[in-house]
């Protein structure tokens, strides 16, 4: 199982992306889906995570700029970011918890994507 996140660049302050992160492999589905930004030299910090059924979770930082969505049969999850900051600057890594059926039990695997940078230049 592997994700793949696309959407990251260079924009400024103001500004608008939408990141993608799409999952595949073998699965037999896809719990919490979410998005985790990074700066060098500090924690790894959560932004924004959405339920299977749609229920979202922001940090209070992005609140209101950001929204989180999800399409389950493109098993993908995106990031609607507006009103960028320099401040939100960093490396966006998705994060997905993905149901496997094995012949012994069911799996629960956490995946990460290999992060994308996002770069808001004031």
């Known amino acids: 199982v592997q994700l793949a996140e696309s959407g990251g660049g260079l924009v400024q302050q103001g500004g608008s992306l939408r990141l993608s992160c799409a999952a595949s492999g073998s699965m037999a589905d896809i719990n919490d889906m979410g998005w985790y930004r990074q700066v060098p030299g500090k924690q790894r910090e959560l932004v924004a995570r959405?339920?299977?059924?749609?229920?979202?979770y922001y940090a209070d930082s992005v609140k209101g700029r950001f929204t989180i969505s999800r399409d389950n049969v493109r098993r993908t999850v995106y990031l609607q970011m507006n009103l960028l900051k320099p401040e939100d600057t960093a490396v966006y890594s998705c994060n997905a918890e993905v149901v496997v059926h094995t012949i012994e039990s069911t799996k629960y695997l956490e995946v990460w994507g290999q992060g994308t940078l996002v770069t808001v230049s004031s």
């Open positions: 959405i339920t299977s059924v749609g229920n979202t």
